[in-house]
T-cell receptor, first 112, second 113 residues
């Protein structure tokens, strides 16, 4: 059974701080990793994907992947109240069809 | 604009009734998916289809049925056998390649009367 674990939170950070969101996965065959952001009552939207060990930066977002330790994280620098949302980690094994396994998400609250 | 259209936005089901959720895409994607989301939970896969006239069960297919007669359409029927259908339902399609990602519809909130 493939599992993706996230702390449900809420994670509360002050505006301007760095928010750190973590995700662990059980399937060592996992090759593709995604972070989706979901506002309340809305559908998820992809904000980052990462495939190789190390860091990947996109604006204020940095995804970090460590396959040996089976974790992937998302850092949000200079957090803004508009970043308040649920962040879903998704993991996909290599090859075959695209069927990612989602974690239950971490709720992030950025307070002014 | 290309995208995925789900309807209705809100749906109410009476006990013993079957209801159908619509999902249409004009992105020319082969693969489509249905997910269920309960409050505070992640997305759980109900059914998926990788090609027209073919679909596979996901992790929680019991009480649901789908069809894929056209590439653009992937409707989901919630049958009376699904005893706890209240949830947020999301339809998605998949873009392959170096920028792979799931595109989601706006969702349908299903409640039981």
């Amino acid at each position: 059974q493939k599992e993706v674990e996230q702390n449900s939170g809420p994670l509360s950070v002050p505006e301007g701080a760095i928010a750190s969101l973590n995700c662990t996965y059980s399937d060592r065959g996992s090759q593709s990793f995604f972070w989706y952001r979901q506002y309340s009552g809305k559908s998820p939207e992809l904000i980052m994907s990462i495939y190789s060990n190390g860091d990947k930066e996109d604006g204020r977002f940095t995804a970090q992947l460590n396959k040996a330790s089976q974790y992937v994280s998302l850092l949000i620098r200079d957090s803004q109240p508009s970043d308040s949302a649920t962040y879903l980690c998704a993991v996909k094994i290599s090859g075959g069809s695209y069927i990612p396994t989602f974690g239950r998400g971490t709720s992030l609250i950025v307070h002014p | 604009d290309g995208g995925i259209t789900q309807s209705p936005k809100y749906l109410f089901r009476k006990e013993g009734q079957n209801v159908t959720l619509s999902c249409e895409q004009n992105l020319n994607h082969d693969a489509m998916y249905w997910y269920r989301q309960d409050p505070g939970q992640g997305l759980r896969l109900i059914y998926y289809s990788q090609i027209v006239n073919d679909f596979q069960k996901g992790d929680i297919a019991e009480g649901y049925s789908v069809s894929r007669e056209k590439k653009e359409s992937f409707p989901l029927t919630v049958t009376s056998a699904q005893k706890n259908p209240t949830a947020f339902y999301l339809c998605a399609s998949y873009r392959q390649g170096s920028s792979e990602k799931l595109f989601f519809g706006s969702g349908t909130q299903l409640s039981v009367l």
